[in-house]
Every structure is written in C-alpha cells, then in structure tokens.
C-alpha cells in the first residue's frame, strides 16, 4: 500500500525498484586495503552505473565488512555517512537508503541524518532474532525515540520482519502476518519480506498474505529476478535488489548492466 511517507520518498510510481551498492569493506575490518578513496570511487561508480540504466532509487550497505558485529564502531558509521553523503551529492534526484550490518539501526539513522539520505532498513524491529551474529533483540521503541531525539523523523524506517540468516525457534508461534501487525502498530513505515539468506526468494505466499493483511508498504528485500518479477508485482510494491544485478548473480561481483535492463524491463 502507499503511505504518504512512502509516496513522498519514492513518487507516484506505481513500483519501485532500488538498487544495492554493496560497499567494499571498511577501514578497520578484515578485508579492508587499499585505504578510504578506492571504495569510495567504487561506490561512485556503482551508482552511476545504476542511475544510467534508469534505476529507480539507492542504497549503500556495508555488505563486505564481514563477519558483521553488532556493535560497529564509530568508523564504520562515519564511512558510511561519507560515502552516502557522496552518492546523493552525485545523484540528488535518487531517492536514497542505508543499512549498517548488523543491525546498527541507531548507527544507520545517524549517517542517514549526516548524509541526507531517505530511508533506512533496520532489522530486529520487533521480536527477537537469533542471527548467525548473536542475538538481536528487538529496536523499535529505541530507534523511535532516537529519531525524534535527533531531529530525523523525515527518514523513513523500512524493517525486516522474520530477518533472514537468522533462526526463528524461539518466535516460531507468531506467524508472518501476525509480525507483520506488530510492525505497523510499532510505527513501521514499510515492511520488508525476503528469503533465508542473500539472494534467496521470498516466499510469495508469506508475501501476498502480509500484502493483503497490512496497510504499510510490502518491500521485496531479496531474490527478484527478472524470471520471478511477474510473481511478486501484484504483491509488493517496492523491490531491493543487490545479487542479480551482479555478474552471474553473485553479490561480491561487479554490476552487470544487462541484467539491470532486463529486470526494469519487467517492471
């Protein structure tokens, strides 16, 4: 559904497709070389590629920093602000997102205020998640009232429900519509669904009943392609893409311009 928060980020487009910048790894973690200024160039690079092949809006994640902490530290949050602040300087018409892995929604929303950026996608909203980095509990109260604290209620805050590469034992009898609920009562401004792990599909089932059962906005967060997109428009109405707009569909890969025509393509 469109809210009027999601219409004034992302227009009276009927669908939305953003396009993932993945990051190279930061100062600081164990695959960063090379220094600040080749990974700033890359990201550049990235979202111009992007913005040439017509794509609808950005975000900048930290994809490379693994293993992720759940605690990064304050340079990993001033990366990140410089490099979002650079990309919107370079494409100010873009709609623009950031995430901070893994689940630094506070660190996120702060680099997003620095960098004016749009939105940002936090996990953990609701709920408690056991991630392959811990335990996350859930944020919303806090990042909330963070927000309104730091003077950045104008970001949008899109939430993971049911995180992947997590496990959900310990909320296995609260079902996807169910947290769904929770999420908008919690003050959501949009609700992500995705697969079990990077690049993997979101069940459409799961989809189209939160679609049908929310009035937030429903975002696609992995595994469209341009094979899958025709079953997933009905039932979403903005898409996050990082894997398939990579060479052979591999994250850590360059962009493939081809398979980003093919996939606004169908939309």
């Not at 993945?22 to 070389?33: D, E, K, M």
């Not at 609920?181 to 979101?202: N, V």
């Not at 079953?231 to 979403?236: E, G, N, Q, W």
Request: charged residues 20%; hydrophobic residues 45%.
């Amino acid at each position: 559904m469109r809210t009027p928060t999601f219409a004034r980020i992302f227009g009276e487009r009927r669908k939305t497709v953003v396009g993932m910048i993945h990051v190279r790894a930061l100062p600081g973690t164990p695959r960063h070389a090379g220094g600040f200024a080749p990974l700033l160039d890359r990201a550049l690079e990235e979202a111009e590629i992007y913005r040439s092949c017509g794509i609808h809006a950005l975000m900048v994640e930290n994809m490379h920093d693994v293993p992720y902490v759940q605690r990064p530290g304050p340079e990993i949050l001033a990366a990140m602000a410089v490099v979002a602040r650079e990309v919107k300087r370079a494409h100010p018409a873009l709609p623009l997102g950031i995430q901070i892995l893994a689940g630094a929604n506070r660190e996120a929303l702060g680099a997003a205020l620095a960098a004016g950026a749009d939105f940002i996608r936090a996990e953990g909203f609701v709920f408690g998640h056991v991630a392959d980095e811990g335990y996350l509990d859930a944020c919303a109260g806090d990042l909330l009232r963070h927000r309104q604290a730091i003077g950045a209620e104008h970001v949008a805050i899109f939430t993971d429900i049911k995180k992947k590469h997590s496990a959900h034992a310990v909320t296995a009898d609260v079902d996807i519509v169910q947290t769904a609920h929770a999420a908008e009562f919690f003050l959501s401004d949009g609700l992500i669904l995705t697969g079990a792990a990077t690049g993997e599909a979101a069940s459409v089932e799961e989809l189209r009943a939160v679609y049908a059962a929310t009035k937030l906005p429903v975002l696609v967060g992995s595994g469209l392609t341009a094979e899958n997109a025709k079953d997933y428009l009905p039932i979403a109405d903005a898409f996050i893409v990082g894997s398939y707009f990579k060479r052979a569909g591999q994250w850590e890969n360059p962009l493939d311009p081809g398979r980003i025509h093919r996939l606004l393509d169908q939309i």
